[in-house]
Structure formats: structure tokens, C-alpha cells
């Protein structure tokens, strides 16, 4: 024999029933404003979700940061440009102090390569900290924002499958279909320029 489950019943307080109400049916109640150009070509009366769309609508873009800073001269950058107007990776910024490295400084005027990073924040581990301040090992990695990818971010937010990645540079890139490794080229141009 089964037993009867008794729900308990819902009573909505008087402050929440006023919006079960049932809605206007015309917009006598909504104030309204008289436009003249350029909003409207005539003076007219618009309600004020109307009003309110127009206005988004002819709002100049906001100033935010990124709109203001200068954007990387080459042409098909579109990174934010450091110093001699160029972004970091077209030799903009600060570059690594230890000789004859090209790389940006991350930290004390040293790129990671050479200890410039943050390093991870597990006791023992001399690694650099890639997102949480721990590194990948650690749990720092950064995954690909494809859905269901538990692959990591190679750059750009998605795996080398997904289109993350960066191809081999050599000689101006477009040549060479393989993934760079070191020195942005493949790991047989790095080794014939950087033996």
C-alpha cells in the first residue's frame, strides 16, 4: 500500500503577488518626452523603454583603456603597442637584461627563461607559475575553451587542434607548416639559425 505524499502549498507574500499582476494593456500610464532631431524626425511620444534604446543606441563608444592606447605598427597586429610603437612580441616593452636575449622582461628585468617569472608557490617546486600561482604540474595550466577540450591552451584560448598555436616564422612565415618550438620556428630552423 502506498502512502500519499502531501506537498506543503506555496502562499506568496502580498509584496510578490503585485508582480503577478496582470500586465497594461495600452501605455497610458508610461511618462513619455517630446524628441526633436536626431533622435526622431518629428517631435513625437515615445515611451521610456524606447527612449532609453534610442539613447544606448546614438552613445558614442565608451573610452575605455584598450580604446585609448595606440595599437602595434605592424599592420596586421592588433595588440596594444608598449614603446616605440610596437607591442611586445614585435620587440616593444622592456627586453630581458641578460645579453644577447631578445625576449620581454617579465619581473626584475629578466624574461622567464632566465628566472623573470613568478615561481610557482608549491614549496620545493622551481618552476614558473603559469595561472593561479602555481605551475602546470601543479594544477596552473590553462585549459582550451572548446567545450568538452581538456587539452591546454597553446594560445589564443584553444589547443594547437583547435587553433591555438603558433606556426614556424622562418624566413617570415607562410613556408614552413610545422609548430614552433623554439625562437617562434619549428625545431629544424631554430637548430640551422641557433645551432
Aim: proline residues 8%; glycine residues 12%; hydrophobic residues 30%.
Amino acid at each position: 500500500m502506498q502512502t500519499a505524499t502531501v506537498l506543503p502549498r506555496l502562499r506568496l507574500l502580498p509584496s510578490l503577488a503585485s508582480y503577478l499582476a496582470p500586465s497594461p494593456t495600452s501605455l497610458d500610464g508610461f511618462p513619455t518626452l517630446h524628441l526633436a532631431p536626431p533622435f526622431a524626425p518629428n517631435a513625437i511620444l515615445i515611451p521610456l523603454a524606447d527612449q532609453l534604446a534610442a539613447a544606448k543606441e546614438t552613445r558614442p563608444a565608451e573610452n575605455t583603456v584598450s580604446a585609448l592606447k595606440k595599437k602595434c605598427s605592424v599592420a596586421t597586429c592588433d595588440n596594444v603597442a608598449r614603446s616605440k610603437g610596437l607591442c611586445k612580441a614585435h620587440g616593444g616593452g622592456q627586453r630581458c637584461t641578460v645579453p644577447s636575449c631578445p625576449r620581454s622582461s617579465q619581473r626584475s628585468g629578466l624574461c622567464i627563461t632566465h628566472g623573470g617569472g613568478k615561481q610557482c608557490l608549491v614549496d620545493g617546486c622551481m618552476s614558473t607559475a603559469q595561472s593561479k600561482g602555481v605551475c602546470k604540474v601543479h594544477g596552473g595550466r590553462v585549459a582550451c575553451r572548446a567545450p568538452g577540450c581538456v587539452k591546454n591552451n597553446q594560445g589564443g584560448g584553444f589547443c594547437r587542434a583547435h587553433g591555438g598555436g603558433q606556426r614556424c616564422k622562418f624566413n617570415g612565415g607562410g613556408h614552413c607548416p610545422k609548430w614552433a618550438q623554439r625562437h617562434s620556428m619549428c625545431i629544424a630552423h631554430a637548430k640551422m639559425l641557433h645551432p
